[in-house]
């Protein structure tokens, strides 16, 4: 079985910088796409960025620009990098990644926990 987890989140002043850690563990044969995702209180999830081996990468037009994903291939972790943060970013961000596993092989798509990032001064 896969699981995600998240941390890295927190408490930022606008203008600030916040770096999120989405760390999977278990048996990994392909990683199709990586997902972020992030819900802001009383609002629906909506989707920040993909990084895919094929595309690269893709990000929302709010976070361009603001917003990378790095990824640490060794430690199977991927990064939410969020520069020039403001108080509209203010969230609870999930990751998700659609992956091959197998023992039987098949396609799963599995959710972070989230972590929450407040953005205040």
């Known amino acids: 079985q896969v699981q995600l987890v998240e941390s890295g989140g927190g408490l930022v002043q606008p203008g600030g910088s916040l770096r999120l850690s989405c760390a999977a563990s278990?048996?990994?044969?392909?990683?199709?796409?990586i997902a972020w995702y992030r819900q802001a209180p009383g609002k629906q999830r909506e989707w920040v960025a993909t990084?895919?081996?094929?595309?690269?990468?893709d990000y929302a037009d709010s976070v361009k620009g603001r917003f990378t994903i790095p990824r640490d291939n060794a430690q199977n972790t991927v990064y939410l990098q969020m520069n020039s943060l403001k108080p509209e970013h203010t969230a609870v961000y999930y990751c998700?990644?659609?992956?091959?596993?197998?023992?039987?092989?098949?396609?799963?798509?599995?959710w972070g926990q989230g972590t929450a990032v407040t953005v205040s001064s």
């Open positions: 998700k990644w659609n992956v091959w596993v197998p023992s039987p092989s098949r396609y799963l798509e599995v």
């Open positions: 278990g048996c990994i044969i392909r990683i199709v796409a």
């Open positions: 990084l895919t081996v094929r595309a690269g990468t």
